[in-house]
Structure formats: C-alpha cells, structure tokens
C-alpha cells in the first residue's frame, strides 16, 4: 500500500510541503495578527494617557477659572462649566477633523 515513511521519496515531499504551508501560514496569517494587536495595544495605551492628560488640564483650568477669577461669582458660576466643556469640544471637533483628513 501507501507508506508515509520519512525515507520515502513521496513522504519527503509530503512531509516538506507540510513544512513548507507551516511557514507560509505563519509568515501570511499569524505574523500580521501579531502586528495589528501590537500597534492596537500601543494605540489603546496612547488614548488612555492621552484622555487622562486631557482629564486633568480641563480639570486643572475648571479650578483655575473658578478660584483665580471673580467675574464668575454669584450668579454667573455655570459659566466656567460651559467654556471648559466648550474647549473640549474644539479638541475633539480638531482631533476628528486631522483623523479625517488621514483616511
């Protein structure tokens, strides 16, 4: 019958085509995915520091216009609330507008 035995000339070849798409597989699929899930996890990391940063300056400039100003006081101590979450507003108005001009 058929052998597969390694000293068989069709064994060889089969067992070198099997190492051969083995190489293949790996160089054409799993290589790729393991690029995407570097830069995806690089990109992930960057957008966590990057909303922590912003967190903290538009936290930061809430405090500054509500304790450094006075025009504010009374009656009018929304207003520091709508120029920070206006603010934001431009950087994410600016920040879709770059990535748009990208793709």
Known sequence: MFSFRPKDPIGVRLGELKDTLLRYSKQEIRNPFVSLFKWTA???????????GLGHLSLGGLRILQSETTVF?????????????ATLL???LVSYRAIKSRS
């Open 42 to 52: 690089y990109g992930l990391v960057g957008l966590i520091f990057v909303i922590t």
């Open 90 to 92: 431009l950087v994410a």
């Open 73 to 85: 006081d009374n009656g009018l101590s929304f207003i520091p609330y709508l120029i920070v979450f």
